[in-house]
């Protein structure tokens, strides 16, 4: 089944605009002193947010992709984290900021954070578009936060409902078919 209404504007593309703004304007002043940050996209759901931050930032960086699987179909949980694809080459030594769509229980970033850490990067932080932190079960730090959410199915700016509403450039309210 495909649900067809059209998502109710929850955070506005300027909205969206403003906060990017903000979040690159830290993120480049906590890193200006360590050197060049490697951006670790997790795919598919933060290729916007990590499209639109990566050219805002004044320090060097470069940009990796993992991708990573944590629900069978549409927001029905299916347990387990699963890795789906791996980044390319060796992090050991680098500064990791893992660019994240949204934590909703935590179990997927708990899961990154530490496979990642046995890797021995210099650092790691986390910036994440949106976080439902009343639904969030494990213990996970978000470094940089654009948003805070309650507990609504979002679609939008990467964001998708059974691959609905990924490329919408605003964060829409789509109520879940299955649920
Ligand atoms: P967690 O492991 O429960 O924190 O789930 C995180 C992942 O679930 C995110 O990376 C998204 O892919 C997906 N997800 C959770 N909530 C939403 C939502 O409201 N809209 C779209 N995807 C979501
Ligand atoms: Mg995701």
New binding site residues.
């Given amino acids: 089944m495909t649900n067809t209404k059209k998502p109710e504007v929850l955070i506005s593309e300027d909205q969206i605009e403003d906060r990017i703004d903000e979040l690159a304007q830290q993120i480049s002043a906590d890193y200006a002193e360590k050197g060049e940050v490697v951006l670790l996209g ?1 795919l598919k ?1 933060a290729f916007i947010f990590l499209a639109d931050l990566s050219r805002r930032l004044t320090i060097p960086r470069q940009v990796e992709f993992i991708a ?1 699987s ?2 069978e179909q549409g ?1 029905i ?1 299916s347990g387990a ?1 699963r890795l789906v694809m791996d980044v390319r080459r060796s992090i050991e030594g680098k500064h990791l900021l893992i660019i ?10 708990h899961y990154l954070v530490n496979m990642l850490k046995s890797r021995n990067p210099a650092s790691i932080r986390t910036c994440c578009l ?1 976080h ?1 932190t009343e ?2 079960e494990v213990d996970v730090t978000v470094d940089y936060l654009g948003f805070n ?1 309650q507990d ?4 939008g700016y990467g ?3 059974k691959e609905i509403g990924r490329t919408l450039p605003y964060i829409g309210i789509l109520e879940p078919d299955d649920q």
Avoid: M, N
């Fill in positions: 997790v759901g990573i944590s629900y927001s949980r984290v994240e769509d949204i934590v909703d229980s935590g179990h997927t970033l949106l439902k639904k969030t959410l609504e199915w979002v679609v964001l998708d409902y």
